[in-house]
């Protein structure tokens, strides 16, 4: 299972509340980059979304899906943004609970238990994913990793799964938001 590369972006599986409630958050049709399902997003001014950018800045939620209405007025709705230049009304769904658990698979072997309460950040695979299942390619940085330096997301634990270790060649992990505008950074341990 962790010993093959086969990303899926940040799935939430739990939060403390008991319920994953997505906010919905508009993105500007002049956006045209597209945004997958699992891919982390920052809040831009005026309160739309753009994607998250790897190993910079904060993380404000995981895309989820999204509504439109195309060019010839049909209503649709996505598993992830396409980018499209001629949409309107568009609507995103964005998981930015702060309490939320994530899922992600990392970019190489982790060292033990020792790594919860380390940073992490996003790889350069925001921003990918496919265009047939609309599921993002992002994965964990392991060359992020870091206890004294503040990133994007903070790891909770390995993900509970038969054949999923810390030192697998890309294991699964349960990470948490760690710098994002509704809450304060959470501190490296």
């Known amino acids: 299972m962790s010993t093959t590369a086969s990303a899926f972006g940040l799935r939430p599986v739990y939060s403390p509340s008991g319920i994953v409630r997505p906010a919905q958050r508009p993105i500007a049709a002049s956006y ?4 997958y399902n699992g891919d982390p997003v920052v809040i831009v001014a005026g309160g739309g979304i ?3 950018v ?6 404000d939620g995981v895309l989820m899906g999204c509504e439109y ?21 568009i609507v995103a769904w964005v998981c930015e609970d702060p309490n939320m ?9 982790l060292t033990d238990v020792s790594d919860v309460g380390s940073h992490i950040a996003i790889s350069t695979a925001v921003g990918t994913g496919s265009d047939l299942t609309g599921i993002s390619l992002a994965t964990l940085d392991v060359a992020t990793l870091s206890t004294s330096t503040e990133s994007q997301f903070q790891i909770d634990g390995l993900a509970p799964y038969q054949d999923n270790a810390w030192t697998d060649t890309y294991p699964i992990v349960r990470v948490r938001l760690a710098n994002t ?4 950074p959470l501190t490296a341990f």
């Not at 790897?54 to 993380?59: D, K, L, T």
């Not at 209405?69 to 009304?89: I, M, Q």
């Not at 505008?181 to 304060?184: K, N, T, V, Y």
């Open 69 to 89: 209405f195309d060019s010839t007025g049909k209503y649709n709705v996505s598993n992830y943004w396409p980018g499209l230049t001629a949409a309107t009304e």
């Open 54 to 59: 790897a190993n910079s800045g904060r993380v």
């Open 50 to 52: 753009q994607k998250a």
């Open 181 to 184: 505008f509704a809450a304060a």
């Open 101 to 109: 658990i994530y899922e992600a698979q990392c970019t190489a072997a």
């Open 32 to 35: 045209t980059t597209k945004i």
